[in-house]
């Protein structure tokens, strides 16, 4: 998986420190260009980029990371979500949660698997927040999916969330194949 991150300072360096061998820091960029390129010079084959939207299309990147300010990450987050990326935003993701809007209405237009699956249950999620309407800054956005008409068909989970997750990810690791390419 080739990873783009945006944001180069603690943070950014904490989260390519943290890729493993199976992914590829290919692309970085920062305000400051010079924390770009000390990057950049740790992580072959990545390249310094001096504008972050010169990353959002670039065909290579499948995942961006982005470890801005809280000011800028929803405006980052929005174009990289637009362009079809898997997107790693850094907490608390914006200053404020409706400014997460755009960004969520994006994402359920834009990840396939996510509308696929609620299409396939016949379920509309509804946007909570933590913290109710007022969005303070840190306020967690919470996905409520009402299962009431799977459980009426007599659906009871097999797996709990934690087993869910380890078993996702030991089939993602057993099957590369999932990533050669976008379908």
């Known amino acids: 998986m080739n990873i783009a991150i945006i944001g180069c300072g603690l943070i950014g360096n904490k989260r390519a420190n943290a890729l493993n061998n199976k992914a590829t820091l290919v692309y970085c960029s920062d305000l400051k260009f010079d924390l770009a390129q000390k990057l950049a010079n740790n992580y072959f084959p990545c390249k310094a980029v001096e504008n972050w939207q010169d990353i959002i299309n670039k065909k290579d990147v499948d995942l961006i990371i982005i470890a801005t300010n809280h000011l800028s990450l929803p405006e980052i987050s929005l174009a990289a979500v637009k362009a079809g990326k898997h997107v790693l935003v850094e907490k608390p993701a914006a200053c404020r949660s409706s400014d997460l ?52 068909l007599g659906w009871k989970p097999k797996l709990s969330i934690k087993e869910g ?14 990533f050669e390419e976008k379908i």
Do not use: H, M
Request: with cysteine; hydrophobic share 35%; net charge neutral.
């Open 165 to 178: 997750i380890i078993q996702t990810v030991k089939y993602l690791e057993n099957n590369k194949w999932v």
């Open 101 to 152: 809007n755009d960004v969520i209405d994006s994402a359920k237009k834009n990840n396939d698997s996510i509308r696929w699956i609620c299409e396939y249950l016949n379920l509309s999620p509804q946007l909570n927040y933590s913290g109710g309407d007022r969005g303070w800054i840190g306020d967690n956005p919470f996905i409520f999916l009402d299962t009431a008409k799977i459980n009426k």
